[in-house]
């Protein structure tokens, strides 16, 4: 198809994009302590990520910015820029783009608003000769209206906060307060991103364009998008069809309320939510429907094995505890099934009868205080093909009070050991707690299981939830094994049935 030769050549030079050899800001400032300064962020924060190559702060009077000789515009700075970030007010962008045009500029990020999305038809027009100026001359566009960049290995990012550590996640995110919040909430739960852009109203670049550079990036292993609508629909399900990484995508707009805002926030049509969520089920796409979500699937695709299937064990209940578990892992479309006659005879011979029940759900607290018990259960479930995967709710506050500290601590160890004993998905839930002594022991288990790479969940219903789409994934991928290598255009017959 015509897009992918266009894509073919103009995505491989968005290297110099994400790895800028020199950075100009235009609307930096030289005010100390005056309020917070966008342009200024951007250049503190990529002076926080190590930013090797040059930065050139542009201003019509200022001397020095934050250390940095300014220059007075885009053309007077001397050398190739790469890259130049618009930080001033609409009116006077088209100028600073004359200039990047003379200066031959590659790349322009425009964190500037005040276009399309204000609904005002002279603003659209001014967007509209923004692109055509831009397209004109050479230059690829990011935005405008969004944060940009962020990418620790290239020395880049928008805020001076943000983690130095890089990682094998990538994101693309049509709204910058979700590309920051996704950052935020996924580092301390140790996902890693090397590299996050924020596209706005994408008047140049646009979402299909970042997939498939991201597609082909050795440095990404998984790719998470957050999306209000796509101007080029069929090129990006086309791509989405044809990747070997998974795709995770947050739509916005998916109720009429959240549609009419797309369209003040980044000019977007949301379009038919059926539509997207069958185009999802055909290519692939791993949908989410929350920021908890979102992090907590990341998470999983890189800790987890995949489901071979959607039968799961349920561990770590008790009485009415282990009903409504089962039930919300039913209601998130796995199932809970009756384990195998050996494994249940297997469970027998150490589990009291009394207070206990060694069936799905596996209500038997008492019985895994003991590191042999444990390893029984795991060995057990191990060898049951009923068995999918071990759903496994940890009661910590109890557990740490009926062992002590050191007991306690050694029987986490064991639970992080036994996930490879046991060779199929175990999901460990740490659910929140009220108490703040609790709390503070869960906060410290899910640090431990962090240290260890090892997937945990906030809550038994989202653990479910998660699982679920990790099994619609692999599901995906075993039904292109069948397919030919050649996977023909959505939509149309193959050659084959022709």
């Known amino acids: 198809m ?5 894509l073919k050549n103009e995505v491989n030079g968005m290297h110099r994009l994400f790895y800028p050899r020199s950075i100009a800001v235009v609307g930096a400032s030289p005010k100390k302590g005056k309020g917070w300064s966008s342009g200024n962020a951007y250049i503190q924060g990529s002076i926080r990520q190590g930013f090797s190559g040059r930065i050139y702060p542009v201003h019509p009077t200022a001397d020095s910015i934050l250390g940095y000789a300014a220059y007075r ?63 004109k001359g050479g230059i690829r566009v990011v935005g405008p209206n969004c944060m940009g960049l962020y990418c620790p290995d290239g020395g880049l990012s928008f805020n ?25 909430e996924g580092s301390p739960q140790g996902l890693g991103f090397g590299k996050v852009i924020s596209y706005g109203n994408a008047i140049d670049l646009k979402a299909v364009e970042y997939l498939d550079y991201f597609s082909r990036d050795d440095e990404t292993d998984v790719i998470g998008a957050y999306i209000e609508g796509l101007q080029d629909g069929r090129a990006f399900f086309e791509t989405a069809r044809g990747l070997h990484k998974p795709l995770v995508v947050w739509k916005g707009g998916r109720t009429e309320g959240g549609s009419r805002a797309t369209r003040s926030h980044t000019a977007a049509i949301a379009g038919s939510q059926d539509i997207w969520r069958a185009m ?39 009485g009415g505890g282990s009903v409504t578990m089962t039930d919300a892992a039913e209601h998130a479309g796995l199932k809970v099934p ?46 049951d093909d009923r068995v999918d995967a ?18 306690f601590s050694r029987w986490v160890d064991l639970t992080i050991q036994v996930r490879e004993r046991l060779g199929k998905p175990i999901l460990f839930v740490l659910e929140q707690d009220a108490d703040p002594r609790g709390e503070t022991i869960r906060k410290e288990v899910e640090s431990w299981y962090l240290e260890a790479d090892v997937a945990t969940f906030p809550s038994f219903d989202l653990a479910a939830r998660v699982l679920f789409k990790l099994k619609q994934y692999r599901d995906h991928l075993e039904a292109r094994l069948l397919e030919s290598t050649e996977l023909p255009p959505l939509g149309r017959p193959s050659s084959a049935s022709r």
């Open 2 to 6: 015509e897009w992918r030769f266009i």
């Open 73 to 135: 515009n885009v053309r007077e700075i001397p050398g190739e820029v790469d890259l130049v970030v618009f930080t001033v007010p609409a009116t006077v962008a088209l100028g600073v783009l004359d200039d990047c045009v003379a200066k031959g500029v590659k790349f322009a990020h425009f964190l500037t608003a005040g276009f399309t999305e204000t609904g005002r038809p002279e603003l659209a027009d001014m967007e509209k000769h923004l692109a055509e100026t831009a397209r």
């Open 160 to 184: 001076d906060w943000l983690p130095t550590r890089s990682g094998r996640i990538s994101v693309f995110s049509q709204s910058g307060q979700l590309a920051t919040n996704l950052i935020r």
């Open 338 to 383: 009756e384990l195998s006659p050996a494994t249940i005879s297997g469970l027998e011979t150490f589990v009291p009868l009394e207070g206990s029940s060694p069936r799905n759900p596996l209500d038997i607290l008492p019985a895994l205080h003991s590191r042999k018990n444990l390893e029984r259960i795991i060995d057990l479930l191990r060898e």
């Open 390 to 407: 071990l759903m496994f709710l940890l009661p910590l506050p109890f557990y740490y009070v009926e062992m002590g500290r050191s007991s």
């Open 280 to 318: 999802c089920r055909q290519v692939g796409i791993v949908p989410v429907y929350s920021m908890n979500e979102f992090v907590y699937t990341l998470s999983a695709l890189q800790r987890l094995p995949l489901p071979a299937g959607l039968n799961v064990a349920v561990l770590g209940g008790a």
